[in-house]
C-alpha cells in the first residue's frame, strides 16, 4: 500500500479494534506489500488489512479456524473476537492472535514435520479451493498481457509462456494423487514459536500434489518430508520459478525489490536444471 493508503487502513483498523473491545494505543507495521501487516498493542493482536474485493481472506480465516480446532500447526484467528473478515471504510480486515518469534529457526526436520502434520489436517478438510493449474492460469495470462507485464522483454515472455503452459502439463500428467494444500509455504510464511513451526498466511490455499507445495520450500526441508516424489518436486520447482517471475511482472505488485526478483528468476530459468528452490534464487 501506499503511505496515504496505509494511514488509513491503520485507521480504519485501529477504530474497528476498539468497537470490538481491543485496546490499541500503538499500532506497529510488520509488513507492507500487497496487504497490510500490522501488531496491535497493547492487546496484543495481529491484523491482516486489505482493500475489500482485493484480499481472498474469507476462506483463509476459514481453513485457519477448522485447522487450529483440529490442532493443526497454524496460527490462530484471535479468540477474544468472531473469527471473520471485518470491513471498514474501504478495508477488509482479519484478526489474529500475536506470536513472538523465536530467533533460532526451525530445523529441516522440524519444519519438514509441521508440513508433514499440516497436508494431514488439510486432507480432512471439505472446503472448497482453486486448483494449482487455476493459478497458473493467472500467471500465464498475466504473462500474454503486454499491459500486464510491459516489464518483459519478447524472449523473457516467450520463456514463461512456454514454461507455464509446459509444466502445467507435466504435472498434472505425473501426479498420482491431490489434496488441499497451502500453495505457499515458504520460510516467510512460517513462523517459529514456541508452541513450535507455524503457518500463516492461508489465502494461496490451493489443490494439487503435495510436491507443488514442496516446491516452495528450501531443499533440505523437501529432502526430510517423507514419501515425496523427488522428480516431480524438480518439476513443480520450475513452475514455481515461473509463476513467481509472472507475479513479479505485474504493475500492480507491491512486493519489495520486485524487480531485481524478477530478474533473479528469470536469470535462474536460463541457467537451466537443477532447478534452484526459491529461497536460493531470492537470497
Not at 91 to 96: D, G, I, S, Y
Not at 184 to 192: V, Y
Request: include cysteine; charge should be negative; glycine fraction near 4%.
Amino acid at each position: 500500500m501506499k503511505a496515504p493508503e496505509v494511514e488509513r487502513a491503520i485507521s480504519a483498523t485501529t477504530q474497528l479494534a476498539s468497537s470490538l473491545a481491543l485496546a490499541v494505543g500503538d499500532t506497529r507495521i510488520l509488513s507492507n506489500s500487497n496487504k497490510l501487516a500490522l501488531r496491535l498493542l497493547p492487546c496484543n493482536v495481529f491484523a491482516r488489512v486489505a482493500f475489500v474485493g482485493q484480499e481472498g481472506f474469507e476462506s483463509e480465516i476459514e481453513i485457519a479456524r477448522l485447522l487450529a480446532e483440529a490442532n493443526g500447526p497454524v496460527a490462530r484467528p484471535e479468540a477474544r473476537v468472531e473469527p471473520r473478515v471485518y470491513e471498514r471504510d474501504e478495508f477488509a480486515v482479519t484478526l489474529w492472535r500475536y506470536y513472538e518469534q523465536s530467533p533460532a529457526k526451525a530445523s529441516a526436520a522440524d519444519y519438514a514435520s509441521a508440513l508433514e502434520q499440516l497436508h494431514a489436517g488439510m486432507a480432512r478438510l471439505d472446503v472448497s479451493a482453486p486448483h494449482f493449474t487455476d493459478r497458473v492460469t493467472e500467471a500465464h495470462r498475466l504473462v500474454e498481457s503486454q499491459d500486464s507485464s510491459s516489464a518483459l522483454s519478447d524472449s523473457n515472455r516467450a520463456l514463461l509462456s512456454t514454461t507455464l503452459r509446459g509444466c502445467s502439463k507435466t504435472i498434472s500428467d505425473l501426479c498420482s494423487s491431490e489434496q488441499l494444500l497451502h500453495g505457499e509455504p515458504h520460510p516467510g510464511n512460517l513462523l517459529t514459536t514456541s508452541f513450535g513451526p507455524l503457518f500463516i498466511d492461508l489465502e494461496t490455499c490451493c489443490r494439487g500434489p503435495v510436491e507443488f507445495d514442496l516446491a516452495h520450500v528450501p531443499e533440505t526441508v523437501s529432502d526430510c518430508y517423507s514419501g515425496a516424489d523427488q522428480g516431480l518436486i524438480a518439476e513443480c520447482r520450475l513452475l514455481v520459478l515461473a509463476m513467481v517471475a509472472a507475479w513479479r511482472c505485474d504493475p500492480d505488485d507491491e512486493f519489495p525489490q520486485g524487480d531485481m526478483a524478477r530478474r533473479r528468476l528469470l536469470a535462474a530459468l536460463r541457467a537451466g536444471p537443477p532447478w534452484p528452490t526459491l529461497d536460493v534464487v531470492m537470497n
